[in-house]
């Protein structure tokens, strides 16, 4: 079975006032997106990792298949919630697909693409980390086998896993992607101005008034 763990603690400071994961894209929040395409993939367990504006997250995801974690820490960067994350995973667990809430475009054929390529490479490989790549470039999510649970647990870095993934080079599968669906997240108020721009081909059409209304609200 593969748990989905997906980070939604952070503080989104360079966002300004307002919580991007909260940010309306196409009449829901963007958080919302991602949590949908995950809900409807081949997992077998979700898990949302909260934090900063908890109850308010909770609220928006009340209604999908799946279970929160709260990290106390969250304050203290990303990888403190993929930590509490990792070890709420069910015992059944063999994969941990750790997943950005900020990346409103990967959908559910993205996502069982990694899926199925991580059970074609499993049957060889005792220790496993799949990667999405575009064009040369890594993205997200990255799923990790569970042998790689004590190196999450006791990796230092407050960016992520990087420096796990980058120490088990020998380990890793990149799969090819067909767009940059999973390069795209949300840090600032000029990324959200960019999504708008995408959205019109990618998820129908984020309103203009919903741009101006986070504008106004960051100013």
């Known amino acids: 079975m ?5 980070l939604a603690a952070g503080e989104s400071r360079r966002m300004g006032k307002q919580n991007k994961l909260l940010l309306p894209v196409g009449g829901e929040a963007l958080l919302v997106k991602l949590v949908k395409s995950v809900c409807a993939s081949d997992v077998g367990q979700v898990l949302v990792v909260i934090g900063h504006e908890a109850e308010k997250i909770r609220r928006e995801l009340n209604n999908f298949p799946l279970s929160f974690v709260y990290n106390p820490n969250f304050s203290e960067g990303m990888t403190t919630s993929i930590k ?3 070890k709420e ?13 900020d990346m409103p475009f990967i959908n559910t054929p993205e996502i069982n693409k990694l899926i199925h390529a991580y ?10 980390i799949v990667v999405p790549v575009f064009q040369g470039h890594r993205g997200n999510p990255v799923l990790f086998s569970s042998e790689f649970r004590n190196d999450i647990l006791e990796h230092k870095k407050e960016s992520g896993c990087k420096g796990v993934i980058m120490n088990n080079s020998e380990s890793v599968k990149e799969i090819e992607m067909d767009d940059d669906n999973m390069l795209l997240d949300v840090d ?13 081909d990618r998820i129908k ?9 986070v504008m106004k609200i960051n100013s």
């Open 2 to 6: 593969i748990s989905a763990v997906i």
């Open 89 to 101: 995973v069910s015992p059944d667990c063999d994969g941990f697909l750790i997943c950005l809430a």
């Open 119 to 128: 059970v074609q490479n499993r049957i060889k490989e005792k220790r496993l």
């Open 84 to 86: 509490s994350g990792v």
């Open 205 to 213: 059409i984020l309103k203009h008034s919903e741009i101006d209304t």
């Open 188 to 200: 600032n108020l000029d990324d959200y101005q960019r999504l708008n721009k995408k959205s019109c």
